[in-house]
């Protein structure tokens, strides 16, 4: 699945003064607030963080009317940012003839309407349960329950929404896709298959790497901002 | 768009005919939706005039409005936030009060679709569904009926299966819907059954599916709306600032020579026997109540008139005062009646009047509203916190009641601990370790001693929160006996501690922590020296308790403490025979001091026992069985009386005034103060004996089969 990435980030962290007594319990505070939430500093949604270290630099105290303290950390943070034509994997959680209801990594929701999912699929309602039907593949079927992969279409940043599309030829149930993927005999489409997981994997691995953008230092300074206007906020 | 409004029409009401099939009416609805983008209203319009008919009562309305929510249904991912406003509009208007179970089925559909389909319709939905906690006004009065509460059910239900379809859908959507629900709680000057109905749907949103979630802000939500009404209540019912406007006041204070202290000593008598005559006579209605309280009037004046016959002088004005008010507020369907009864009647008036030099103003300028609303107030809150236990006794019986009190644990530490002398939420807390003593009963003690030992929290939390022990455990029937030994033992090493690490004198500010501990200390023993002392294991620990060297130290704690707490701790210790020391006891010749209110600071904690018995009715007759009256603990000697009322602002309280000879218990104070009816007859307030036949007909109702009911419902046809 793509989407996700681990990413290391220096992050500051500016605790109130009454906090003092507790640091720690205070920052993992801060950054769980952080969690399902997207974060345009980081470019993305939050979903985990593991705090490598903490800096033992000393923390340096702002000066104010409410002297904040800023506790420099050493983060790594697993991102979600689905970017359009990503391809996402989900678990459906409602069919109807309008729309498939998915469900992405158990917290954000994707629909995929009717006019995004292609010709082959028909909708049925077999033995009394609504299910998506291939007209092509007859045991390629989608209902409640099943892993499907579909692609990005948009995202929307504030309720964590995805629209999806079921065009693409290589998106459908995973269990029939894995299962059949050599039975797509038309060479260009598996030459073509190929080249793309190439790419995904090459962008994998820069992503855990870390080492993505030549930016990282004005990443860098926009977050610690970012966190300080949470901070104070 | 070839086919025009009027062929629709007609095959829209011809719905047997099936001609028309669900997806040629959704592919219709979808046109129309589509064709506003390009100007051509003329479908859309209509289709919107459908949702606005709320006066459907005939079956082929309801069938036309029921397919188009379904047609809507599905076609969601058409339905735009701006082209299709006033669609969206109508359907936010739409209330399921109104309308029948298929209408509301249908709507709920919609809503759930919606929700689904656009991130932008998350909160829009969420909102549309929090509208539904309460019905609209024209329908709060049908409620009291079993029909009404037939249909509440039905939408309720409706309402919170709404909510976990549409978390099922979008995980997310229980996160939004907490703020969304904090924020559209009723204000504590709302109507009363509004409050409670939200309330309700708060309380089943807690205990419901996505409780998880939702329920963590929803119980201190609750507290919070608690505390605010709690504060609205004056210390004896009335709200402060309007007690004293009733009758207008003549300035003619001069008047009154001061050596008129024996005389108000006597009034003081005479009212309390005729405030009691009145709260207490046994009425079947109020007519005949309101006679009886108008003889005592009668009597009073004639009293009074005598009095002023033989002595020349006239009783003083907030007497008079206070018989009316008090019995307004404290009985308001009664005191009502009778400050109607006296308005109206303008002989009594008179009499009234001149003898207890008291200016009635004509007419309802006095009944007014706001004068008695602090009974409403207190009428709220005590349905409020009988929801509340009710609710906690729920949770007992599904077992969770351990989570829940860890919310209301922390709710209490940062809100209720903290407010300035709340009265009565708390008692939210106690039902709950009344519920799980072993548990929950146990956590609470633990937790208050925690936060008193710890000098991490501002004096004014330490001294809150050892007070709140104090009451507490002499107040809980159900804690046990060792629990309150090993509090003591706590509390008696602490106190020893900072006597050993402070050799100072006494100061009452400067180490007003300790104060109040040891007040807290001698006030538990007050209550519960006698269980302590009749096992013989917690006899041996309080006899070895270090006690004395913290009495007998330099900071001299006997003197600062509140005196009432101190004569009763040494009499009972005495009796005991605690701190014998060569046969004489030790504190024989203690004296009382100014000192002893100088250690409560500003908000008078030293005085301030939370746990004194409840003045709310509905919520008090919850607590009664586990609370421990004072009055029932006999000490050889007189009986005290009361003495966690003195506890309070005593100096304007004149009915707690009472000499040693008086014997008026716990129960009798209670009563005069609050109007607490042990009489069942003049308790029309009681609310228990109605529920329960409610909920018998409820049941019987569950099991009428569905033909019997008439249903205008399209499923019958």
């Known amino acids: 699945m793509e989407g ?18 507790d640091a720690s319990e205070a920052i993992l505070r801060e950054l769980s607030s952080l969690l399902f939430t997207f974060s345009e500093a980081l470019d993305g949604v939050v979903l985990a963080y593991d705090i490598n270290s903490l800096d033992n630099k000393a923390a340096k105290i702002l000066s104010g009317v409410i002297p904040y303290f800023g506790v420099p950390l050493s983060v790594d943070l697993l991102l979600f940012s689905p970017k359009p034509d990503m391809l996402l994997e989900g678990k459906v959680v409602k069919l109807s003839q309008e729309s498939i209801h998915v469900v992405v990594l158990g917290f954000s929701s994707a629909i995929i309407t009717v ?9 049925k309602t077999k033995h009394e349960q609504d299910v998506y039907a291939s007209k092509s593949h007859k045991r390629h079927v989608i209902k409640v329950g099943t892993m499907i992969r579909f692609s990005v279409k948009s995202f929307d940043e504030e309720i964590l929404h995805i629209y999806g599309s079921l065009m693409p030829d290589h998106t459908g149930s995973i269990h029939w896709l894995e299962k059949h993927s050599e039975l797509i005999s038309h060479t260009n489409k598996i030459a073509k298959k190929r080249e793309s997981e190439g790419e995904l994997t090459t962008v994998k691995q820069d992503a855990i790497d870390g ?7 004005v990443q860098k300074i926009k977050r610690s901002k970012k966190q300080k206007i949470q901070e104070e906020s | 768009m070839g086919r025009v409004s009027g062929a629709e029409k007609q095959e ?4 047997e005919n099936a001609e028309f099939s669900d997806l ?3 592919c219709h609805v979808r046109d129309a939706l589509s064709a506003v983008t390009l100007g051509d209203r003329e479908n859309y319009d209509e289709l919107v ?7 459907s009562l005939n079956p082929d309305d309801i069938a036309l409005l029921e397919t188009t929510l379904k047609a809507l249904s599905g076609t969601v991912s058409c339905i735009d936030s701006v082209h299709h406003e006033s669609l969206l509009s109508a359907v936010y208007r739409m209330s399921l009060w109104n309308y029948g179970t298929s209408i509301m089925d249908a709507l709920i559909e919609l809503i759930v679709s919606l929700a689904a389909s656009n991130g932008k319709y998350i909160d829009w939905s969420l909102e549309l569904l929090v509208n539904n906690f309460t019905p609209p006004y024209h329908l709060m009065d049908s409620l009291k009926q079993e029909s009404g509460i037939e249909k509440k059910n039905k939408v309720l239900s409706r309402v919170h299966a709404a909510f976990e379809a549409i978390a099922v859908l979008v995980p997310l959507a229980p996160l939004r819907l907490s703020p969304i629900v904090v924020q559209r709680m009723p204000l504590i000057y709302s109507k009363g059954p509004e409050i409670l109905m939200y309330v309700e749907n708060m309380l089943k949103l807690e205990s419901g599916a996505i409780g998880e979630i939702v329920g963590v802000t929803m119980l201190p939500a609750i507290v919070d709306r608690l505390i605010e009404l709690d504060v609205e209540i004056g210390w004896d019912g009335l709200l402060q600032e309007d007690a004293k406007g009733i ?4 300035l003619e204070d001069a008047e009154f020579a001061d050596g008129d202290g024996d005389d108000n000593m006597v009034w003081s008598k005479i009212f309390n026997f005729g405030f009691i005559l009145m709260l207490t006579c046994q009425a079947d209605c109020i007519q005949a109540w309101l006679d009886q309280a108008v003889g005592v009037v009668k009597w009073l004046c004639e009293v009074a008139k005598l009095h002023m016959v033989n002595s020349g002088k006239r009783p003083r004005k907030q007497l008079g005062h206070r018989v009316i008010s008090s019995a307004i507020n404290y009985n308001s369907q009664e005191g009502k009646s009778l400050c109607s009864k006296l308005v109206v009647d303008s002989q009594l008036t008179v009499n009234f009047s001149a003898n207890f030099c008291v200016n009635c103003k004509p007419a309802a300028e006095y009944l007014n509203r706001k004068t008695l609303e602090g009974n409403t107030i207190a009428e709220k809150l005590d349905s409020l916190i009988e929801l509340t236990f009710l609710h906690l006794e729920s949770c007992q019986s599904s077992g969770r009641l351990s989570e829940v009190f860890d919310v209301l644990l922390r709710s209490f530490q940062r809100t209720i601990l903290n407010a300035y002398k709340s009265k009565f939420t708390q008692f939210v807390v106690f039902y709950a370790c009344a519920l799980d003593p072993e548990d929950c009963g146990v956590k609470f003690a633990m937790v208050l001693t925690d936060m008193f030992r710890s000098n991490f929290n501002p004096p004014n939390t330490r001294m809150s929160a050892v007070a709140y022990l104090a009451s507490y455990l002499s107040r809980a029937k159900f804690v046990s006996a060792a629990l309150v030994a090993s509090i003591l033992q706590r509390l008696v090493d602490w106190c020893l501690n900072y006597c050993q690490s402070h050799d100072s004198v006494m100061n009452p500010r400067a180490h007003q922590v300790f104060y109040s501990g040891c007040q807290a200390l001698m006030y538990m023993l007050c209550f519960r020296m006698r269980s302590l002392m009749d096992a013989p294991r917690l006899k041996m620990q309080l006899l070895n308790m270090p006690m004395e060297p913290i009495l007998q130290h330099k900071l001299n704690p006997l003197k600062v403490c509140l005196p009432t707490v101190v004569v009763e701790f040494l009499r009972q210790a005495k009796a005991a025979k605690l701190f014998m020391t060569s046969e004489s006891f030790a504190f024989d010749d203690m004296l009382e001091s100014d000192l002893s209110r100088a250690f409560g600071g500003i908000d008078r904690l030293d005085a301030f026992f939370p746990f004194d018995p409840c003045l709310l009715k509905k919520s008090e007759s919850y607590i009664r069985p586990h609370f421990a009256r004072w009055s029932k603990i006999k000490c050889d000697g007189a009986n005290d009386g009361d003495l966690s009322e003195s506890g309070s602002d005593a100096s304007d309280d004149e009915f707690v005034d009472m000499n040693e000879n008086d014997m008026i218990e716990d129960d009798m104070t209670v009563s005069v103060q609050a109007g607490l009816d042990f009489d069942p007859d003049l308790n029309r307030m009681s609310i228990t004996p109605k529920n329960k036949f409610l909920l018998h007909f409820q049941q019987q109702n569950a099991r009428m089969p569905a033909r019997i009911r008439p249903s205008t419902s399209p499923e019958s046809l």
């Open chain 1, 4 to 21: 996700l990435k681990v990413s290391n980030a220096n992050l500051t962290v500016y605790l109130h003064p009454s906090k003092s007594r």
């Open chain 1, 115 to 123: 006019k995004d999912i292609r010709e082959e699929f028909v909708y």
């Open chain 1, 211 to 217: 080492k993505i953008s030549p930016l990282d230092s």
């Open chain 2, 12 to 15: 829209f009401s011809e719905m």
């Open chain 2, 24 to 26: 040629q009416l959704i």
């Open chain 2, 49 to 55: 005039g459908y949702l606005h008919r709320k006066e």
């Open chain 2, 247 to 250: 009758f207008e006041m003549e």
